[in-house]
């Protein structure tokens, strides 16, 4: 037979760490501690009848409302000081509506020039030609019918092949085209290419071949948009070389702009231009690696600052706008 168990040992489990004693807790008064947050940071409610500027002055002065303070005063230092506002755009800003408030900044000489996409001119061309714009692609792209607006891929791409031979920049091309036959166009009033043509504001489009509607069309010429887009580059490069104390905002662009600033303003210190004391934004529903890396971070990691705000670009930008003129007045 077995050897039968021993049942006079313990199996006890092992002794738990006993709770900290905190009767020696050392505490201090509530009043000598520093607090991030006071009764004049806090928000008022809105009354009807209130003018904007009341409202703007009694939103929590907290994160992201001092983050937007900030950027207003920034601009409006810029503007007073005659130093550039760049504002880099994506499509989406378009999109969205947004045409009509940055036109008026334009006007205002508030924004000093503009990049964007190349997509960035399908939609304003579009809107200025038809009134409308943004397809549904779900709802094409099974017919392979996405992309293919007869009018949208002939003129544009007629206009910058013609650009191409005359020395102009992809923006300053279709900016003239618009302007020189107002009579095809009845909503020029909303395109920011027909305002940078006639103010004398760069508007410089930044193409990456393949990525627009206009590039699957017959007319689509790649030595004519390489060229006016080269040259588009350049003179964003020579913007951002005199931008010392100025203001660049990259709005909706999560990828190819903030690319573009980056190289602008290497080649601009590379030339031996004074570039430190800057500022930049990034603004976008979501935060992404370029612009936050590329726009917000390494540009001024030798003096200025950047920021970060973060919201739909048609809620942001309108409050952003009316801030910077609540400021001017």
């Not at 950027?71 to 800003?93: D, E, L």
């Not at 601009?268 to 934004?281: F, S, Y």
């Amino acid at each position: 037979m077995g050897k039968r168990p021993d049942r006079t040992s313990s199996t006890r489990p092992p002794a738990l760490i006993p709770p900290i004693n905190t009767s020696d807790l050392k505490t201090y008064p509530l009043k000598k501690r520093h607090s991030k947050v006071r009764l004049s940071d806090l928000a008022a409610p809105w009354k009807r009848g209130e003018s904007f500027s009341t409202f703007y002055s009694r939103l929590p002065n907290i994160l992201a409302v001092k983050t937007l303070r900030a950027v207003t005063r920034a601009i409006v230092k810029a503007h007073r000081r005659h130093r550039p506002v760049i504002a880099g755009i994506g499509a989406h800003v378009i999109k969205v509506g947004l045409a009509p408030i940055i036109t008026d900044l334009m006007e205002r000489r508030i924004i000093t020039a503009i990049a964007m996409n190349g997509a960035g001119i399908i939609h304003d061309f579009e809107l200025a030609l038809m009134g409308h714009t943004s397809e549904e692609v779900d709802a094409e792209i099974d017919e392979g019918r996405f992309g293919m607006a007869e009018e949208t891929g002939r003129i544009l791409n007629e206009a910058i092949t013609r650009g191409a031979k005359d020395g102009y920049g992809l923006g300053e091309t279709i900016g003239r085209y618009m302007n020189q036959t107002a009579d095809q166009f009845p909503n020029l009033a909303v395109s920011i290419l027909s305002a940078g043509a006639r103010l004398g504001i760069p508007v410089t489009v930044h193409v990456a071949v393949g990525t627009d509607i206009i590039h699957m069309h017959p007319s689509a010429d790649g030595a004519a948009i390489g060229a006016t887009s080269l040259l588009d580059f350049r003179r964003l490069a020579a913007v951002v070389a005199g931008m010392e104390g100025g203001v660049y905002l990259n709005v909706g662009s999560a990828v190819i702009l903030p690319e573009v600033f980056l190289k602008t303003l290497s080649l601009g210190r590379n030339l031996g231009n004074a570039i430190a004391e800057i500022t930049t934004v990034n603004m976008d529903f979501l935060s992404h690696y370029r612009p936050q890396t590329n726009v917000v971070r390494r540009p001024t990691q030798k003096g200025g600052q950047g920021y970060s705000l973060t919201g739909h670009h048609e809620i942001m930008l309108p409050l952003l706008a009316a801030a910077v003129l609540e400021e001017l007045t």
